[in-house]
């Protein structure tokens, strides 16, 4: 019975050496080949990179992690919404110092939920507002799952979705989610209706 004990005790020790030896493998392969492309690089390209790290690591904690979560949104955006927002950046740089200035202002004084909400997007970032009390707390495990069922939304069923949002108490919300969740993309539009005129 010991003896039982101990080769699984083994087993699993050597299990987890393996798997320890194999993520570093990757490492070190990850390592040589960026290595490899440094090395590629003229001296000025790898001067310009190591000024753009030091900058990088001068900057306050807070302000990597803002960039680091706006760089995310930017790249959850599908094509289409990055045309927009590139056209939008654009009309913007177009106007008056002043004008941009007061764009920047008025931006920043939005509460924080709201600025959160224009990383989803135009049309998301738009509907946030209203949506957010149903989307603000939701658990890590969940989050992907639900932001891509938003973004299939319509402007329809995110305005449904809205009026639930305003009136379902907290407690029913986690449910709400889930079911929300299970409901098939083509079945979901019927189904906020419904929800709606309850």
Known sequence: MRSADFRRGVAVTLIGAAALVAGMAVSFAQDAENAA???AMSPATQAGWEQRRLTWDALPRQERED???RYAAWRALDEIQRARLRAAATEIAALPPEHQAALRTQ???LDGMQRQGWRLGPDLGA???RLQ???AFVP????DGLLALLRRLDAEQRDDLAALAQRLPPQDRDAFRRELLAVPDAQRSAWL????DR
Do not use: K, N, T, Y
Not at 140 to 143: A, M, T
Not at 193 to 196: G, I, N, P, S, T
């Open 133 to 135: 009390p149903l989307f």
């Open 67 to 69: 960039r680091r979560s």
């Open 140 to 143: 890590p495990g969940e989050r």
């Open 107 to 109: 931006f920043s004084v």
């Open 37 to 39: 492309r440094w090395a």
């Open 193 to 196: 209706r419904q929800q709606r």
């Open 127 to 129: 509907d946030w507002p």
